[in-house]
């Protein structure tokens, strides 16, 4: 069965972009953080489609929600009411704070931050949106003017009327990986700082305002942040940076845009929203993934004065994400995600080849370099090797980072300590086959 899966792959299915596996994994079925596969073996699922089944494969209280639906009715368009919309809008809209209130529906995270580029540019003068390097914000053609990561950086499409949308040297993550690309040298972690520690956050600044001064135009449109970098291998900023950065964009006139794909929904543990834990609130948030639970959902959420005007919209989703709500999922998030961080920064300790475990609640990336001193990243066979082998050992895990040279965790966030346990003894196995 699997030849012939793969035969009508190649003929009929475009090729995966970043498909680390010789041989990806034929699945057949999910339960909650499992993943089965035609011969029964199964993996625990520690990276959640890519960060997106929030609650669990088949989670029985969305599918039951989703199959009721699916009896009634699937689509009126935007030209009628539908009621689960209104319920849906009414308590995702409690979960942010005042004044973000009016939610947009959309299918996917890159269509929601193409609403929110719009947005920024209907309400200013200008047209420049500037992101950060590093930054994954999606692949619609307005979009990848906006991602500036690994191998998804492409030259923008001519005809987007995208304007310089790159902040070409703002942010270089300093806690781990270079995450660009002239600069391959890793800049690791030196110093035993909480990873969200400040040192550093006066020169990003000073580095922010010269690329403001520079390369963009006075005035700008949109600013788009993610919390925490995702796609780049799990990057952090220093405390304190992106509240500053957020009220320089302001004094030039531009918007603040969290892009809350990854981080949102109770992921990071402390805080339901990314942009709460750095103590900033947006203009607009733009979230996906987590909202629908592997469902095509995505909303961009602002405020009523900035969403009075005509712009694309689109419905006919299915509620799920409250389950994260009913179960505790974001305290469960903090809790073990806390605990899995301290086991798996403990085999930073361990192995050489480790070098930086960082992240919250249940966003983690473990960099692997050649060596603590150079912090030149493993080489991508290696770190494929390793990463094959915990797939063979029933862990899946994501990648991350220029190189993919960060590995990325982020399970549903019904997992427990036994679940933890089992991926670091995975994780470590893997790692001593690979120094044998
Ligand atoms: N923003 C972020 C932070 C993302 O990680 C992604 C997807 N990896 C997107 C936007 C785009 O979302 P989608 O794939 O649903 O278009």
């Known amino acids: 069965a699997y030849e012939r899966v793969l035969e009508i792959h190649s003929q009929h299915l475009a090729p995966m972009s970043t498909a680390y596996f010789p041989k990806p994994l034929l699945l057949h079925q999910g339960h909650m953080e499992w993943l089965f596969d035609y011969e029964g073996n199964r993996y625990l699922d520690f990276f959640s489609g890519i960060v997106t089944v929030s609650v669990g494969h088949c989670h029985p209280k969305v599918n039951a929600v989703a199959q009721k639906q699916l009896g009634r009715l699937w689509h009126t368009s935007s030209l009628f009411f539908h009621s689960p919309i209104h319920e849906f809008a009414e308590k995702l809209s409690a979960l942010l704070p005042e004044p973000l209130k009016v939610i947009f529906l959309v299918n996917s995270g890159s269509e929601a931050n193409d609403l929110a580029m719009l947005m920024a540019r209907a309400h200013s003068n200008s047209t420049d949106i500037i992101s950060f390097r590093g930054g994954y914000h999606g692949c619609s053609p307005y979009t990848l003017g906006l991602t500036n990561v690994g191998p998804y950086k492409m030259e923008l499409p001519s005809g987007t009327g995208c304007q310089s949308t790159m902040c070409p040297d703002v942010f270089r993550g300093p806690w781990g ?89 109770g992921r990071l543990g402390s805080h339901f929203w990314g942009f709460q834990t750095h103590g900033i609130l947006p203009d607009i948030v733009t979230m996906a993934k987590g909202i629908g639970n592997g469902f095509p959902m995505a909303a961009v959420v602002t405020t009523p004065g900035r969403a009075n005007r005509e712009v694309a919209f689109s419905s006919g989703s299915l509620p799920s994400a409250m389950v994260i709500k009913e179960e505790k999922l974001q305290e469960n998030s903090q809790d073990v995600g806390t605990y899995m961080l301290r086991k798996f920064a403990e085999l930073r300790d361990e192995f050489e080849i480790v070098g930086d475990v960082r992240g919250k609640g249940l966003m983690i990336g473990i960099e692997m370099v050649q060596d603590k001193v150079s912090c030149q990243p493993l080489p991508r066979e290696e770190v494929n090797e390793i990463h094959d082998d915990c797939k063979r050992m029933g862990l899946l895990i994501g990648r991350g980072g220029i190189f993919a040279q960060t590995f990325r965790i982020a399970p549903s966030m019904c997992i427990t300590k036994p679940d933890v346990h089992f991926a670091v003894e995975v994780f470590r196995s893997a790692l001593i086959q690979h120094m044998e």
């Not at 020169?203 to 006075?218: C, G, M, P, R």
């Open 177 to 265: 990986g270079s995450h660009c690309r002239d600069s391959p040298v890793q800049t690791i972690r030196k110093c035993n700082c909480a990873p969200d520690c400040c040192q550093a956050k006066d020169q990003y600044i000073e580095q922010f305002k010269d690329t403001l001064n520079t390369s963009v135009a006075k005035s700008i449109a949109g600013f788009f942040a993610e919390p925490i970098q995702g796609v780049n291998g799990v990057v952090q900023y220093p405390k304190g940076f992106l509240q500053e950065a957020f009220e320089l964009v302001r004094e030039r006139g531009g918007v603040c845009i969290a892009d809350e794909v990854q981080t949102g929904f």
